[in-house]
């Protein structure tokens, strides 16, 4: 399990959406990628197409599995939607935002938890993109990528299994 896990689910998933705007055409996501500034370091970045979904790992906390074969992971995911429009009541936005969350709620990937919406925050705060950002819980995360003890692969043919159901006083 790994954050590479559940950003390559995403990816695909997002890459696969199809949604329909107000003028009754359908369109998909330009670009898909890595949460980094990009809307804050325009000018230095290499320019992508719109509508786009940035992903963002919020802080993360981990901890030790009773195990200590694992650590848990609590994690919550940010979607930007990056979202470009000269009209003034452009209502894609909001017609692409429920789009992907139909896409995303309850999708799980490896061993995330279930992608759950918890928020949503506007940032229109941009000369040239609007920023619709989603916020997802994935739950608990398990990662056993530290454990580094020998394994046996094992097959089983046969199993045996007896059920006795007698009552005892």
């Known amino acids: 399990m790994s954050k590479i896990d559940l950003y390559n689910g995403i990816k695909t998933d997002l890459t696969a959406l199809r949604y329909t705007k107000g003028d009754g055409n359908t369109d998909t996501i330009k670009y898909i990628g890595l949460w980094r500034n990009q809307i804050q370091n325009e000018r230095y970045e290499i320019p992508f197409g719109c509508p786009a979904v940035l992903i963002e790992f919020e802080t993360s906390n981990f901890m030790e599995g009773s195990s200590k074969v694992y650590q848990e992971i609590d994690m919550t995911v940010r979607l930007h939607i ?10 894609d936005i909001l017609l692409l935002s429920q789009a992907i969350y139909a896409q995303m709620q309850f999708k799980q990937y490896g061993y995330w938890g279930l992608m759950k919406r918890r928020a949503e925050i506007q940032n229109f705060d941009h000369d040239n993109v609007q920023d619709f950002i989603q916020e997802y819980d994935c739950g608990k995360g398990f990662d056993y990528s530290a454990d580094q ?3 046996t692969t094992a097959e089983i043919d046969i199993i045996n299994i007896n059920i006795e159901n007698e009552l005892k006083p």
């Open 149 to 151: 003890r020998n394994t």
């Open 82 to 91: 990056l979202f470009e429009t000269k009209i003034t009541d452009d209502l």
